[in-house]
């Protein structure tokens, strides 16, 4: 693991309890460095501070990304508002903690990101051959490959995160259910993150800006005061 976090106090303290827990950490102060030791060990994944002097975390997420590297990269952010956490979404990162956290908040974040990197691959399949029908799913103009993690609405691939990847995924394959807040949070995340969390709705309105286009019908719903729910209307 690489642990990017330019307050010592905190990086230090992070660095313990993720030690403690199991984890290899190495922790670097600058975003500099992070990219450097993101290109000298492959690391399984990456805690980013958000706001570091000179390269923050989100560019650093951004570099990464841009050089094709899918490693599962949670935030760590001091910003609470949704446009800067969608931020954080747009330059590739896949999940987020906002500070002060729960050291067991970051901990459950880790794992459900670990979860979902098991056996999904290295590689993201961009250059791979247009997928066989077989083993994917579907509902509406909406088609998923789960084994290639691609997706599509129509003809048009959609540019998604592991976590929004996984989260679309769920509504797909329970197309015309409402699910509720407790079991998305429970198959996602592994953690119900309670009522006052506004994590789902980040990602679900970052996902609705992916999947629906000009001219389209939206096809995923907010049922009020219970979750979400995948249907054509």
């Not at 990017?4 to 990086?11: K, N, Q, S």
């Not at 979860?115 to 961009?126: E, K, L």
């Not at 509902?139 to 995160?161: I, N, S, V, Y």
Request: charged fraction near 30%; glycine fraction near 10%; aromatic fraction near 6%.
């Amino acid at each position: 693991m690489l642990l990017a976090e330019d307050d010592r106090a905190i990086r230090h303290a992070l660095e313990r309890a993720l030690t403690l827990e199991g984890y290899e950490v190495t922790a670097v102060a600058d975003g500099v460095e992070a990219i450097a030791q993101a290109h000298r060990s492959a690391p399984d994944i990456l805690v980013l501070d958000v706001m570091m002097p000179g390269i923050d975390g989100l560019q650093v997420c951004r570099v990464l990304r841009a050089e094709g590297d899918r490693t599962p990269i949670l935030m760590l952010t001091a910003l609470v508002e949704t446009p800067d956490r969608i931020a954080g979404l747009d330059a590739g990162a896949d999940d987020y903690v906002v500070k002060p956290f729960d050291v067991d908040e970051v901990f459950a974040r880790l794992r459900a990101l670990l979860r979902r990197t098991d056996g999904a691959g290295s590689g993201d399949g961009r250059d791979a051959a247009p997928p066989e029908p077989d083993g994917q799913v579907a509902a509406a103009d909406l088609r998923m490959d789960p084994q290639a993690r691609r997706a599509w609405r129509g003809e048009r691939e959609l540019e998604l995160t592991r976590t929004e990847f996984d989260l679309l995924e769920l509504l797909v394959r329970n197309a015309g259910i409402v699910l509720d807040h407790a079991t998305i949070y429970d198959r996602i995340w592994g953690y119900d993150f309670g009522p006052g969390s506004k994590n789902l709705a980040v990602y679900v309105g970052y996902l609705r800006r992916k999947v629906d286009e000009p001219g389209a019908d939206s096809l995923i719903h907010t049922v009020r005061g219970v979750g979400y729910v995948l249907r054509e209307d």
